[in-house]
Every structure is written in C-alpha cells, then in structure tokens.
C-alpha cells in the first residue's frame, strides 16, 4: 500500500519496522527513560515533572466536572478565551486585532502550523526556511506537494538574516517564507536588522510570511519583535502561537493562529474539516493561565540560570562549541569536530545516559550539532548534572 501514499508519507518512518531517531516519533524514546536516561530531547517544559500551576489546575477539574466538559466548543475557539488573548497580543506583541475576527484558537501549535501554511500550497510552488529550522516546518510544505528551498543560516552571521541570500533564492515559483522565531533550534531571536530585511523581502516579492512564535515568551538579550506588527505586514503574515513552550502546558494542545481577516474568513469555513474543535476544558484552563501570568517567572528564572550554565559547561569541552542560547530552554552545540552527530548522540546515550536531539533533523546546516533541551526537570541540578555528564563523555570519546 506504500505504493499509493503521497511521496512524504510513503518515505516517513514511525519506529514500527525501524530504528526512529526523532524523540516525538515511535515508543523508543520514552523507553529510555524506563532505563534511566534522562530525556533532554523533548521540548516539554519541566517534563516529566509537574508544572502546571495550582490555579491552572482547578481550572480545569473545574472544567472536566462542568456540563460542557463532554461537548464541543465551535471549532473558531472558546470567545473568552479569544478576547483574553487579544488582550495578550496588544500588550506582548504590539498587535491591536479584533477577537472575533482575526483569531482561531487550535488544538496545539503544530496543528495550527499545518493550517497555516495549508491555505497558500499548491504543486511546485516554493517555500523558502531558513535552516536550520523545526522539521514540522518542512514536513507541512512537503505533503501539501510544495518545494522546500533552503536558505542556510551561518554561525559567523549568529543565524541572522542576509538580503543576499533570500534574493538568490527567489524565482517566479516562489510562494512564502516559512520561520519559527525564536528559532527552533538555534534559538536565535531576529533581531530588528534581520527583520526589517524579512519585511523587505516579503513586501517586494508579494510573498505569504508564516511565522511561528512557539518560543516567544523568554527572550534573554534581543527584544523579540512580532514581525506581523511591522508596517505592511499584517496583511501578508499568519502567525502562529502556543501555551505549551511559555506555560508548560503542554498536554492541554492549545495553540491559536493569528492573521488578518481576509485569511481568516477560509480558515474559519475548513476549520472543522481539517483542525477540529480545540478541547473544551483545556480552554478554560488556558483563560486561567492568562488570568495569572505570575507562575512564568519560575521558568524564566529556571532556564535563564540553565542556558548560563550549560554555556559554560559545553564551551569547556575541547573542540565543541555553543553560542549563549538567545531564548527558550535550548540549546544548540557544534559538535561537528568530533565527528559524525548521530554516533555522537548514541554514544551519549550508551556512556552518559542522556538523550538529545540529533542535529541533522533540523535540516541544511544542523549536521554535526545537538539539540539540547535545558528545559526538563523541575530540579536545575538535574539538568547540570546532565550537562556534567555529556562532558565527561565527550572528552572520554576524544582520548579513545
């Protein structure tokens, strides 16, 4: 039956006749920690800890017992929650929208992503991501039939955007520009140079933008700017956004797609055919969770300490390297002097008994690095003793 599937799912693995490498495909990988390695490869803040606020969580028992709990909300998204987050839009992100016209709530950010960029694809048309980037961003494009073209962001330009490099690129098929920002997994935050070239980029070359803001909430030493609050933007951009990074709510899958409401009146018409209603009780826990923000702070604090931390620890490996993370819980390190990244991150699994990202998922220019995820574990010393241990390995596999 292979034979009959589009092309990106008949060459897609699931780790059922397969040795599958990426943490979110497959039982492998929870397996390991039944074994004791510690998970530092699963974007889930404080997993597998508890981390969901005491408000949050009365919220929705609270919820699950009322008489709408087994019911649907309309597929468009909870209202309340829907002014609470324009209220978060024009405070956080300099965005002024009207609720009831310019945003869908969905179940989770990764089906809000699809939606997003579903809407603009066809056969052959061209989307340019920088990259490395999320494989969400690229597995999207490939299914709806698009061309994914590349567009390789160096270190020595700290994974900041060049005009040069977009213009190359560009061609009469070319469609949109698909980013995650912060970035996923450099956690680069664009910085307004880079943004301003985007903008500049989209405007000239009537392009869509599709932006995807999951990592948004901790940003260290750049400002983080919304790239669909710049002048002529909003018009051009879908954005996407997400509980799960900022609060740790994860498993509650609410996420919530912006854009103006010429795009919106289509999605509003598909949403319940592709998307679906996102869960009733879980938006009634998100309300909670704007209502009081304070419970962020810890995290902040956390992952801010956790990112200085690992600089240090990683940077004092011989031949590896990282930049200070600019944002989030990751962590990306070169390892690409020791030699080939997926032996690397088996051998830490074998001689260290932590799990990370193999950087060659995150397409042109991830071989040879790691994707660390920091923000595991309510305990920070959990996590450097983590940190102690991929050292010890790596200068171990260095004097073999």
Known sequence: MKNKMINAFAKAEGGLFSKVEKADVGSSYQEMEKQGVALMGWA??????????????????????????PHYTAPIGNEELKYKIAQKLKEQNNLEVDPNRNILITPGSDSGLFFATLPFINDGDEVIIPSPSYPNNYLGVEIMGGKIVS????????????KEDFEKLITDKTKAIVITHPNNPTTTVYNKKSLEILREVVIEHNLVLICDQAFEDFTYEIKMITPASMEGMFDRTVTVFSFSKGMGLSGLRVGYIVCSDVIMDSMFANAVGVIGATSTSAQKAIIAALDDTSFMKTFEEAFDYRRKQAYEILNSIPNVSCQMPESGFLCWVDVSKLGNSSEICDYLVKEARVSVNDGKNYGLGGEGHLRIVLGVYQDNQKVVDALNRIKEALIKFQIQ
Do not use: R
């Not at 889930?44 to 969901?52: T, V």
């Not at 567009?151 to 060049?162: D, G, H, I, S």
């Open 151 to 162: 567009l390789e962001l160096k270190v020595e330009n700290n994974y900041q955007f060049v």
């Open 44 to 69: 889930d803040p404080f997993m597998p800890d508890k981390s969901m606020p005491k408000h949050v969580e009365e919220a929705l028992i609270n919820a699950i017992k009322d008489d709408s709990a």
